[in-house]
C-alpha cells in the first residue's frame, strides 16, 4: 500500500452544499428554501430556542422569580491557613495575593479566620472577618483594611 492508494470511505466526504447557482445546480431558484414563508424570507433567521414550532419556549415556560443585585459587593475569599502556607512572605497585599494566585487582579479581597496562624505577619485587604482579625493580632501580625478599589 502506498500514499496514493489511500482514498476515504465511500460516503465519508460529502460534496459541499451551493445555493443559488441557477437550476441545473439542484440548489438553484428558491435555493433550497422552499417557497413563501418565513425561513424563505431574508432575515427571516429567528434567534436560537426563539422558534419552537408552536411549542410554548422554553424561556416562556420555566419560572422566573427574584433578581440579581448587581450593586452587590463579591470578595475573593482568604483564609489564614492559605496565608500561613506561605512561610517566606510575610507582607500580605493586594498585589501579593495575585501574585501568589490567591485572588484575581480586580476582586476585592475578605480574609476569612479558617485555619491556625503562628508568626506574625502584615495583611492588608478589603475587609476581615472577626475572628480573621483575633488570630492575626494574637500572633503578632497586623491587619490594614484598605479601602482602594482593586486593579486601580
Do not use: C, W
Not at 483564609?79 to 493586594?94: M, Q, S, W
Request: glycine content about 16%; hydrophobic content about 35%; aromatic content about 6%.
Amino acid at each position: 500500500m502506498r500514499l496514493h492508494d489511500l482514498v476515504p470511505a465511500p460516503g465519508s466526504n460529502k460534496r459541499r452544499k451551493i445555493v443559488g447557482r441557477g437550476v441545473g445546480s439542484g440548489h438553484g431558484k428558491t435555493s433550497t428554501r422552499g417557497h413563501k414563508g418565513q425561513r424563505a424570507r431574508s432575515g427571516g433567521k429567528k434567534g436560537l430556542g426563539l422558534f419552537e414550532g408552536g411549542q410554548q419556549p422554553i424561556y416562556r415556560r420555566l419560572p422566573k422569580r427574584g433578581f440579581t443585585n448587581i450593586h452587590k459587593e463579591r470578595f475573593a475569599p482568604v483564609n489564614i491557613a492559605k496565608i500561613a502556607g506561605f512561610a517566606d512572605v510575610t507582607e500580605f497585599t493586594h498585589e501579593v495575593f495575585v501574585k501568589l494566585g490567591l485572588a484575581g487582579k480586580n476582586e476585592k479581597i475578605k480574609v476569612l479566620g479558617t485555619g491556625e496562624i503562628s508568626r506574625a505577619v502584615n495583611v492588608t485587604a478589603h475587609t476581615f472577618s472577626e475572628s480573621a482579625t483575633r488570630k492575626i493580632t494574637a500572633a503578632g501580625g497586623k491587619v490594614t483594611a484598605t479601602a482602594v478599589e482593586p486593579g486601580k
